[in-house]
């Protein structure tokens, strides 16, 4: 349950630190970096409490994760590149708290 609270309460955070003047906007679509838990649909089963998603689940491998960082260059994709960052970290670090890893296959 803290995982899924953080993952609304650190976009929020940069939105009202970083963004002040259009945070609103900011958080909505830092929020968009949500969207990669869809690829949680492709996996069988779908919920696992023992699987770490960063590096299971296939929007959350190594390649776009890689895509999510070069996102952050552009100001006009950084929002959306920091909340697609803030998400795997999220993950990574839910991965650690819950079975001592940073992802799938590191052990």
Aim: net charge neutral.
């Amino acid at each position: 349950m803290l995982h899924l609270l953080l993952h609304g309460l650190a976009p929020l955070t940069v939105a009202l630190t970083f963004y002040r003047p259009k945070w609103l906007a900011a958080f909505w679509i830092m929020m968009l970096g949500m969207l990669i838990d869809l690829d949680h649909l492709l996996a069988d089963p779908i919920y696992d409490p023992g699987r770490c998603s960063v590096g299971f689940h296939p929007l959350h491998t190594w390649l776009p994760i890689a895509l999510y960082v070069v996102l952050l260059a552009h100001p006009k994709t950084r929002l959306i590149g920091i909340g697609l960052c803030l998400h795997i970290v999220l993950d990574a670090l839910d991965c650690q708290v819950t079975n001592g890893i940073w992802a799938q296959g590191l052990g």
